[in-house]
């Protein structure tokens, strides 16, 4: 049987401590072997906690752990070529850059400073053929400008999709993947649902997002990657899928969009 690959997580301690439940990265990898993970890409989302990522793939364990570095729109007006000197430094673990994005739903730095930071990272993940993972809330529109204006990156993912079936559609189209979290098991989820029923097992992955996002009937806890299994399980019935052929799929694909070794 193959193993679960958790494609985008945080278990840094800066977004642990603001759960109910503060978990060590040490803690949540064990649980996750427990729970048939193989595989994390723990995500950087500014400086401060993309050198956190990078420090936790050298923990010791059963559960393979890999790091992107990136400035997430939320934090645009921080200082980019931070992101660009850690990721040029290439750690061994290094696999990717970001999120980044644009997030038009909080809106919590400018526009102008979301795109100039986004296309930074863009044309870094280009430079060094790197995965590129991207953000994108209330923004395709946009999205896609910056994409016709930069070029999409040969490996490039939408992680936490939560877009419409025709935003996914558009998404394909441009050669990016579709990543898919916890949220598709909500309730008021159907528009989601029905763009992972179309994205193609190839183009698909699967994440936790954790600590955020936990998937239902978990919902009120914090979220972990051992909970990425629930996705997928949903995610496979949702498609008429065998669980063990998604799972394997997925794995593969992360593999293939982080440039791993396949599982």
């Not at 939560?162 to 898919?180: F, K, M, N, Q, Y």
């Not at 936790?208 to 990425?228: C, I, K, Q, Y």
């Amino acid at each position: 049987m193959s193993y679960w690959t958790d494609a985008h997580c945080h278990l840094q301690d800066r977004y642990l401590g603001e759960r109910e439940i503060a978990v060590s990265a040490l803690e949540a990898l064990a649980r996750a072997r427990e729970a048939g993970v193989g595989r994390v890409v723990v995500i950087g989302t500014d400086a401060r906690s993309s050198l956190e990522a990078l420090a936790i793939t050298e923990l010791s364990g059963e559960v393979e752990v890999y790091a992107t570095v990136g400035l997430h729109p939320h934090d645009a007006l921080q200082d980019v070529e931070e992101i660009v000197d850690l990721a040029r430094a290439r750690h061994p673990r290094l696999v990717g850059i970001g999120e980044c994005g644009l997030d038009y739903f909080y809106e919590h730095s400018p526009r102008s400073a979301q795109h100039a930071a986004f296309a930074r990272q863009i044309r870094l993940a280009t430079e060094l053929d790197l995965a590129l993972v991207i953000h994108c809330r209330d923004a395709f529109d946009d999205l896609f400008t910056l994409f016709d204006a930069e070029g999409v990156p040969p490996r490039t993912v939408i992680h936490c999709f939560t877009g419409t079936p025709a935003e996914a559609g558009a998404c394909l189209e441009r050669g990016c993947d579709i990543s898919i979290s916890g949220v598709v098991t909500f309730k008021n989820a159907e528009s989601l649902r029905e763009a992972a029923r179309l994205v193609p097992l190839e183009r698909l992955h699967v994440e936790t997002d954790s600590p955020f996002l936990t998937p239902v009937p978990h919902r009120g806890r914090a979220n972990e990657p051992a909970l990425v299994g629930v996705v997928g399980e949903f995610l496979a019935e949702l498609r008429g899928e065998d669980v063990e052929t998604l799972r394997r799929a997925t794995g593969e694909n992360s593999a293939r969009l982080f440039g791993l070794p396949t599982p």
